[in-house]
């Protein structure tokens, strides 16, 4: 690269790492706020909120990297016109083509690193959101039962605990309404949590079972220690579910289980991630050249016009549209997953048609 490659280069780089880090922040906040009631009610501290949303991260930054690049192009090549670098360049004999080199190049780097993400970090990145949040609400340690509060444990139970230490749960209140008909509260003075691979038990000692008995008396059933399953077969809940596209391994995707039901229903799903896995990074490249070749085409005007600015913002958003029109259509229709590609190929047969068009391309 030669130096006024380096100097659009270095412009193009500072100005998508702040519009990158402006959307993540903005995107963090709105994650939190979703977040932020489980983690209250939970008790959980920081360090698991921040994996939350470091796992989240990856899945959107392939979709966010093709709105970057193209703000940042129409910032970088804006200003210098404004700033009449352009005409500069321009008068000097640097064809379009020649302006249009450092984009290539910024834009086949984010290319590139948009790839690792849609093919390996998302992918993996989704699993390890989904059950770090499955373990979340599931895993009823003795962490995550509060003092003094009524902790409700998915449908059946519903806890209450006056103090948890290192030596256990103390003063143990339970509502099991596993049996409808016939509602049980367990009272105990001591208590401990046990955590196995596929179940979670609480180990109750010296206390009381209360329960109505047929004829619809009280009866009171007393115990020195008393063994709670709350949570079975945990391992076939998470491990053992039916995986989403967006989480599966690129193997997985072009080799689904053809003994699944859920699988065969969904293999046009499966054919659509492949190709939109390829297809996301792909927009990046052809979105900035076509955003690019737009400024360039146009006339250069000494008063800043608004409505250029408003046109090239609206092609941003056109394009993004036009994206997510695309994965939709390649998921719903049938042999249709290649439609992914549709925005790619239409900004790269747009961009020559701009760049021909030009006059200035055709005296150089």
Same mark, same amino acid.
């Given at each position: 690269?030669?130096?006024?490659?380096?100097?659009?280069?270095?412009?193009?780089?500072?100005?998508?790492?702040?519009?990158?880090?402006?959307?993540?922040?903005?995107?963090?906040?709105?994650?939190?706020?979703?977040?932020?009631?489980?983690? $209250?009610?939970?008790?959980? +501290?920081?360090?698991?909120?921040?994996?939350? %949303?470091?796992?989240?991260?990856?899945?959107?930054?392939?979709?966010?990297? +093709? $709105?970057?690049?193209?703000?940042? $192009?129409?910032?970088?090549?804006?200003?210098?016109?404004? =700033?009449?670098?352009?005409?500069?360049?321009?008068?000097?004999?640097?064809?379009?083509?020649?302006?249009?080199?450092?984009?290539? %190049?910024?834009? &086949?780097?984010?290319?590139?690193?948009?790839?690792?993400? *849609?093919?390996?970090?998302? +992918? &993996?990145?989704?699993?390890?959101?989904?059950?770090?949040? #499955?373990?979340?609400?599931? =895993?009823?340690?003795?962490?995550?039962?509060?003092e003094g509060m009524f902790n409700t444990i998915g449908k059946d139970f519903t806890i209450f605990i006056k103090q948890n230490n290192?030596?256990?749960?103390?003063? /143990?209140?339970?509502?099991? *309404?596993?049996?409808?008909?016939?509602?049980?509260?367990?009272?105990?003075?001591?208590?401990?949590?046990?955590?196995?691979?596929?179940?979670?038990?609480?180990?109750?000692?010296?206390?009381?079972?209360?329960?109505?008995?047929?004829?619809?008396?009280?009866?009171?059933? #007393?115990? =020195?220690?008393?063994?709670?399953? /709350?949570?079975?077969?945990? =391992?076939?809940?998470?491990?053992?579910?039916?995986?989403?596209?967006?989480?599966?391994?690129?193997?997985e995707l072009l080799n689904p289980d053809k003994n699944s039901l859920d699988d065969i229903k969904n293999s046009q799903a499966f054919?659509?991630?492949?190709? &939109?896995?390829?297809?996301?990074?792909?927009?990046?490249?052809?979105?900035? /050249?076509?955003?690019?070749?737009?400024?360039?085409t146009q006339k250069f005007d000494r008063v800043e016009n608004v409505s250029r600015t408003i046109k090239i913002l609206s092609l %941003?958003?056109?394009?993004?549209?036009?994206?997510?029109?695309?994965?939709?259509?390649?998921?719903?229709?049938?042999?249709?997953?290649?439609?992914?590609?549709? +925005?790619?190929?239409?900004?790269?047969?747009?961009?020559?048609?701009?760049?021909?068009?030009?006059?200035?391309?055709?005296?150089?």
């Amino acid at each position: 690269m030669n130096l006024v490659d380096k100097y659009i280069f270095k412009q193009l780089s500072n100005n998508s790492f702040l519009i990158l880090v402006l959307i993540i922040s903005v995107f963090c906040l709105g994650k939190s706020v979703q977040l932020i009631e489980l983690m $209250v009610s939970r008790g959980l +501290p920081a360090l698991v909120f921040f994996k939350l %949303i470091f796992n989240s991260l990856p899945q959107i930054i392939p979709t966010l990297l +093709p $709105v970057i690049t193209g703000l940042s $192009v129409f910032f970088v090549y804006t200003r210098m016109q404004t =700033d009449r670098e352009l005409v500069i360049l321009q008068s000097s004999g640097h064809s379009n083509f020649a302006l249009i080199k450092p984009v290539v %190049i910024f834009s &086949l780097f984010l290319t590139f690193l948009s790839s690792f993400f *849609t093919i390996h970090q998302a +992918p &993996l990145s989704n699993k390890n959101f989904k059950i770090l949040l #499955y373990t979340i609400k599931n =895993d009823y340690s003795a962490t995550l039962l509060q003092e003094g509060m009524f902790n409700t444990i998915g449908k059946d139970f519903t806890i209450f605990i006056k103090q948890n230490n290192k030596e256990g749960l103390h003063n /143990i209140f339970i509502h099991d *309404t596993r049996d409808v008909k016939r509602p049980t509260t367990l009272i105990a003075k001591k208590g401990n949590i046990i955590n196995t691979d596929s179940s979670t038990k609480i180990f109750l000692r010296d206390g009381s079972q209360q329960f109505q008995s047929q004829n619809k008396k009280l009866s009171i059933l #007393y115990f =020195d220690e008393y063994l709670l399953n /709350i949570i079975q077969d945990k =391992d076939n809940s998470i491990f053992t579910r039916w995986k989403s596209p967006s989480e599966r391994t690129m193997y997985e995707l072009l080799n689904p289980d053809k003994n699944s039901l859920d699988d065969i229903k969904n293999s046009q799903a499966f054919k659509a991630e492949v190709t &939109l896995r390829f297809a996301m990074p792909l927009n990046i490249l052809f979105f900035s /050249i076509l955003i690019l070749s737009f400024i360039l085409t146009q006339k250069f005007d000494r008063v800043e016009n608004v409505s250029r600015t408003i046109k090239i913002l609206s092609l %941003i958003v056109f394009l993004q549209v036009l994206s997510i029109i695309s994965s939709n259509v390649s998921i719903k229709f049938i042999n249709m997953h290649f439609f992914n590609f549709f +925005p790619s190929v239409f900004s790269l047969f747009l961009t020559i048609f701009l760049l021909f068009k030009s006059r200035k391309l055709v005296n150089d």
